[in-house]
Structures are given as structure tokens and as C-alpha cells.
């Protein structure tokens, strides 16, 4: 039920008056005078005004906070029996997971947390993309939250080394490799990072530490990106700026709307860390790592694929290296590129379908990734690719030139009438 | 308008979906891709620990309990498994307590640099069988013997290749050639040579229980006990999970119907 209590303070300050309990309402006007905490809260949060027409995509960003937190809890639990060494990481996770109360629970939910992050950042992203929630006024929204997809995929990768198996210590290989691509500085900077010309134990013991600091960096620009959401206000699916009688208050309106979502979304947890919990990890993990045997297949984790696949299909290592790196700066870049004047694809029904293809075209090189041995795969990851810079870099900003015109709602109850 | 655009929503959410579910997908191609050198087809059985309901005959488990601890022992490790782990398959701490007491474990060494032994706790971990790796090559020809912690997960085609490599043991075929000394013929092994000879014999084990102690029985056990030590909290796991889910199932309905009554004045 945290969702219904997620505003303890404010319910309080709510009740204080009623109910006359004298020396809360004391301590309540007190700290108020010094700071005013409680009239902020219910400003931000109990009266925020939130667009009253907008959709389940609009959730996603309470159930990424929630796993956020679910993550940092359980991470805290599992850093108390992991030992970040080279002898005793692999039997320090079978601790965990065969000897420690729950431990296996609580693994299981860390792991589970990890799919359902990236999934949602995705979907969360997506949303960015459709509904044009990058533009004027909202870059600083995007850019921050540009910074923490890139955060959390660092966490990501950091936190798939350390079981230190099979996959783990390939990944890290891998990813070491990848950057040793970068020409005359590669070689040297991966020994920099790495601490040696193989994972080793300095590196071991350096993802640890970058995944714990970054775990609880994360929480910070996650502030500056609440932030400003706060400054410039939701969005909607129309993309028109609500007037002040289209808006509704955040709770309980919206508490109650991301409630249930997230009740759906515990459901999910529970079937993934309950009754598919194999699907969580690759059972190669469950071997310890092994430097002199390379596994037969090395591929990471499935919100990765796409970008491995992009390293695969360019037939030397830096190019590929620069194509997946750009694809993600790229995004950095979308509220130049994109100039037309209309914000939701809704209107733009062109470009929606450009956005469709470029969902195909990523999901096609998270497959090459995965496949990579066939030539057919290789070519259609590298029409994928293509399209995928095409459309960032030509559709996007040119699309309006020749864009079907759909009339852009003057306001959000028109619309809603109209569907 | 609104109907075209539900639709690509749902094409959208296919595709993701279709993103994700690569994964599971792709570990079963993995699990086809390895077996190329494994010469057969080998036999699939209905293992009451599969699927997501799973669970295991704990009775089946102690016998292959036995048949690891008089048998496969002698070479194998479970490294990662302690005496305690044992309770899991439905023994108390009282009859855990006297399988360790069974045992003498390595405690440290005394002033002359000799290995002190003492009865095995609860909360040691099985001993293996060799001093350390170059030893356990040297009496196994350069291998060292797997470790049976997870080998149900590690091994493609889990628990029945198991059963099969357990059960594929024949007399060699007329004309057939060993590539390396010391082998064995196994149908279902890699170029049908094995370094492991035939482990099991009909009656090897006295069962406490009095079942009858055929290969096909002990081999049955054994894949049992180890898929056990492989997933050693999976009836835990699956019992608590179908309670937490007709839990969070009423909590998804209950969730939504206060979302209904908040939203009720609300125009569209």
C-alpha cells in the first residue's frame, strides 16, 4: 500500500487542523516558520497540476522511482554478503543465494528489478519520443533524463560483473575491448580502467565501487530531473499546453492512476522473481569465471543487444563503437533536429509512422545482436542501423516539409470530446 | 482515427515485448546450438520440478542424496552447499546433524603443519574429495571433475541429458575407435566417449525407504537430487510465490477500484 501513503506529511497536515491535536499543530507551525516544508510538499505534490487527459505512458516515471528505490533496498542487502574479490565474489553470491535468509528472495528481486528498469526506461523514453516531450520548454527534462538513462546503464553493466561468472567476466572483457578500439588512446586508457589488460581483480573491485556510487548519484539526478518537471509541468498526448481548469490535482487523482499501474507492475515482478526467474539471468553466469574459456556465444543482457548489435554489423571495431555510442549522443540532440512546430505525433501521422519503424529497426538489432553469426541477420542489422541514423537525422528534422497537416487541437477537452 | 492509433500502440508494445522476450528464446537456441557435438537425440522425461509450478519429490531428493553421497562423491564436488542446506529436503536439524557428524572436515593446521580434522558442523561445507585441482586432475587425466552445485542449470539440456549420459552407457560397438585413452561409449556424449566410467550399477545403494534400487531408479534420483542443489529454494520460491500472487492480484483489483471512485467526477 505505499502508494497510498506515499505523502505522509501532507495527509498530516491536512488532518492537523481538524482533529486539534495542539502540539503537532505546534510543531507543524514551527518548522513551517523556518522552513515552509509543508505548504512546498502540497504545493508540489497534493495541488500539482497535472493535464487531466494524460495517459498510462505517463506512469512509467512513479513505477521507474519505485524500482529505483527497490533496487537501492535490496542492493544495500546483498552488498552486506557480497565480497568484491576475485577468490570469493562467485561463492559470495552462492552465500547469498543458498545460505543467507532470503537472500535468494532478495537476489531475485534485484535481478528482477534490473529487466524491469531498463524496460521502463525504455518505454519512459519512447514516451519522450512520441509525444515530443523534448521540446521547448522541456530540454532540461530530457537531457536529465538522457544522463540518467546513461547512468543507469553504466549500474547496469557495473552490476553484471560482479557475480563474477562466466558472463560476467566476458562482459567485462568485452566492454574493455570495445573501448581498447578507440585509436592510439584505447589500449592505454582500458588498461587505465581496467587495471591490467584483463578483468582482474582491481577491476572487480572498481565495478563494485562504481556500482554502489553510482546506485546512490542516480538519486540525485533523479532530483534535478523531478526538478524540473516541476518547473515546466507535465506534458500530455495532445502536446498544447493545458489552460489552468484542464488540469487536475496530482493527488489523489494521479496517485490513484499511478497506484494501479504499479500494482500491475508488482504483478510482474512477482511472476518474473517467483515463476520465471530463469529468464532473469543466462545460466552460463552460474559457472565462475573462467579467463583461459571463452563461452561459445558472449551476448549481454537483452536491453543491450541492440547496441552490441550495432558494434557487430560495422565490419571494423571503432566504427561500430562510434555508430552505437552516437546513437545514444544522438538523442542528445533531438530537440534541434526535430523542427517542426507540432509537438505529439498524434498530428504528425508521417513521422509516427518513421517512429514505428525506427522501434522495428531497434528491436531487429537487438536480434542481430543476439544472432550475430548469420550473414542475413548482419545485413538487415545494417539496413536497421541505417535507418535508425535516417531517421534521427533526416526525418526527423525535414519530415515537416512534407508532412500530411492534421489539425492541432486548440485545447485538451476538444480533443477528448472528439475521440 | 483513435482505433488506427490503438492499434500501432499495440504494434509498438508487440514489438518491445518481442524485444524482451529474445532472451528466453534465445537460450533455448543455445541449448540446440551446444548439443552438436552430442552425437543423439536424447529421451525427455516430465520432471515434476519443470515449468513454473514445479516442485520437487523430496523423498526422491534424500535417495539421490544417497546415491550422490556413496557414489559421485568420491569424485565430484557441491562446492557451494553446507551440511545445513540439507534440511531443505525435508530433513530435520537433528538428522543433518548426524549426516556431519558422519564426516571430518580440514580445521585449520596444528604446529608441525598437519591438517587438524574434526566432525563436520552444520555450517561447513561439504568436503571434497580432492586436496585441490592439481590433485583431482592427476587421478582424473587431466579434467577435473564438475563441480554439481548448478550443473542441472549449466549444462545444456539440463536434467534429462543428465538422465541420458547416466543411462547411455553401452558396450562398444564393433570397429569403433577411442580418440583418447581410458574412455568410455556413451550414446549421448560428445563424439560417444566419455572419460567417466559407468557410474552406477543396479542395487549399488540400499535405499532406507526400501525402493528398489534399479539404475533407472538411482539415475532418476540422482538427476533429482541435483537439480535440487542446483534450485535448492525452488519449492519455497514457488509456495510463496502463488500465495504473494492471488495476494497482489486482489491488490491490482481493489488498487483499481479506488482509482475508479477517485476518477469518477472527473470529464474526459
Not at chain 1, 78 to 88: A, C, F, M, R
Not at chain 1, 376 to 403: M, T
Request: with cysteine; aromatic share 14%; proline share 6%.
Amino acid at each position: 500500500m505505499m502508494w497510498l501513503k506515499k505523502h505522509p506529511s501532507e495527509s498530516e497536515a491536512e488532518q492537523a487542523p481538524a482533529q486539534q491535536n495542539s502540539s503537532a499543530k505546534n510543531l507543524k507551525n514551527w518548522i513551517e516558520y523556518r522552513y515552509p516544508l509543508f505548504s512546498t510538499l502540497t504545493q508540489q505534490y497534493q495541488k500539482f497540476p497535472m493535464p487531466r487527459n494524460v495517459n498510462v505512458w505517463w506512469t512509467f516515471g512513479a513505477v521507474l522511482s519505485v524500482i529505483l528505490i527497490l533496487m537501492l533496498i535490496t542492493g544495500i542487502f546483498l552488498s552486506l554478503g557480497y565480497i568484491p574479490t576475485v577468490e570469493q565474489a562467485f561463492s559470495s553470491v552462492e552465500v547469498i543465494d543458498r545460505q543467507m535468509p532470503s537472500g535468494w528472495l532478495i537476489r531475485s528481486m534485484h535481478m528482477a528489478g534490473s529487466n524491469l528498469f531498463l524496460a521502463f526506461l525504455y518505454l519512459h523514453l519512447f514516451r519522450g519520443l512520441y509525444y515530443g516531450s523534448y521540446k521547448a520548454p522541456r530540454e532540461l527534462l530530457w537531457f536529465s533524463g538522457l544522463i540518467l538513462l546513461l547512468m543507469i546503464m553504466v549500474t547496469a553493466f557495473a552490476g553484471y560483473v560482479l557475480p563474477w561468472g562466466q558472463m560476467s567476466y566476458w562482459a567485462a572483457n568485452v566492454g574493455g575491448q570495445a573501448i581498447a578500439a578507440i585509436p592510439w588512446v584505447g589500449e592505454g586508457l582500458t588498461r587505465w580502467i581496467m587495471g591490467g589488460d584483463a578483468p582482474n581483480a582491481i577491476t572487480l573491485h572498481r565495478y563494485f565501487v562504481l556500482h554502489f556510487v553510482m546506485a546512490f548519484t542516480i538519486i540525485g539526478v533523479v532530483f534535478a530531473h523531478i526538478l524540473f518537471l516541476h518547473h515546466v509541468k507535465s506534458g500530455n498526448p495532445t502536446g498544447v499546453e493545458p489552460k489552468k481548469e484542464e488540469t487536475i490535482h496530482f493527488h489523489p487523482y494521479y496517485t490513484a492512476k499511478d497506484g494501479f499501474v504499479l500494482a500491475i507492475v508488482a504483478v510482474i515482478m512477482i511472476l518474473l522473481v517467483f515463476f520465471f526467474q530463469d529468464w532473469l539471468t543466462s545460466p552460463e553466469n552460474y559457472m565462475p569465471a573462467n579467463p583461459l574459456e571463452t563461452p561459445e556465444n558472449i551476448a549481454p543482457e537483452w536491453y543491450f543487444l541492440p547496441f552490441y548489435g550495432m558494434l557487430q554489423v560495422i565490419p571494423f571495431k571503432f566504427g561500430g563503437l562510434l555508430f552505437a555510442a552516437g546513437s545514444l549522443l544522438l538523442l542528445f540532440l533531438v530537440p534541434w533536429l526535430d523542427r517542426s512546430p507540432i509537438r505529439s505525433s498524434r498530428y504528425r501521422p508521417l513521422y509516427r509512422i518513421s517512429l514505428f519503424l525506427l522501434v522495428l529497426a531497434f528491436v531487429t538489432l537487438g536480434f542481430v545482436g543476439k544472432y550475430h553469426s548469420q550473414i542475413i541477420l548482419i545485413w538487415a542489422g545494417r539496413f536497421a542501423l541505417f535507418y535508425y541514423y535516417l531517421h534521427f537525422l533526416v526525418i526527423l528534422p525535414f519530415s515537416n516539409r512534407f508532412e500530411l497537416h492534421r489539425s492541432v487541437p486548440q485545447a485538451l477537452t476538444n480533443v477528448a470530446e472528439k475521440d | 482515427m483513435a482505433r488506427k492509433e490503438k492499434r500501432i500502440k499495440w504494434l509498438l508494445f508487440g514489438a518491445f515485448s518481442g524485444l524482451i522476450g529474445i532472451q528466453p528464446l534465445a537460450y533455448a537456441h543455445n541449448d540446440a546450438g551446444n548439443q552438436d557435438g552430442k552425437s543423439q537425440d536424447y529421451p525427455k522425461y516430465q520432471w515434476r520440478f519443470s515449468g513454473p509450478f514445479g516442485t520437487y519429490d523430496l523423498a526422491s531428493v534424500q535417495r539421490g542424496y544417497a546415491v550422490y553421497r556413496q557414489v559421485c562423491s568420491s569424485c565430484h564436488t557441491i562446492q557451494h552447499m553446507t551440511y545445513g542446506d540439507l534440511m531443505g529436503m525435508g530433513l530435520n536439524a537433528e538428522q543433518v546433524q548426524d549426516i556431519a557428524e558422519q564426516d571430518q572436515v580440514p580445521d585449520g593446521q596444528d604446529a608441525q603443519g598437519k591438517t587438524i580434522y574434526r566432525k563436520a558442523r552444520l555450517s561447513d561445507h561439504f568436503p571434497a574429495p580432492y586436496m585441490n585441482d592439481a590433485a583431482a586432475k592427476a587421478a582424473n587425466m587431466g579434467h577435473v571433475p564438475l563441480d554439481f552445485s548448478r550443473l542441472t542449470l549449466t549444462v545444456p539440456g539440463g536434467a534429462d541429458y543428465i538422465m541420458a549420459i547416466l543411462l547411455g552407457y553401452r558396450e562398444k560397438p564393433a570397429g569403433f575407435h577411442f580418440d583418447h585413452m581410458n574412455h568410455y561409449y556413451n550414446l549421448y556424449a560428445k563424439d560417444k566417449q566419455i572419460g567417466m566410467k559407468p557410474p552406477l550399477q543396479a542395487n549399488q545403494v540400499r535405499y532406507m525407504d526400501g525402493t528398489k534400487a534399479t539404475i533407472e531408479q538411482e539415475a532418476r534420483d540422482v538427476t533429482t537430487f541435483l537439480s535440487w542443489t542446483a534450485q535448492p529454494h525452488l519449492i519455497e520460491r514457488h509456495r510463496i510465490g502463488v500465495r504473494i500472487l492471488f495476494y497482489s492480484l486482489f491488490m491490482v483489483i481493489l488498487v483499481y477500484l479506488v482509482k475508479r471512485k477517485v476518477w469518477f467526477n472527473v470529464r474526459k
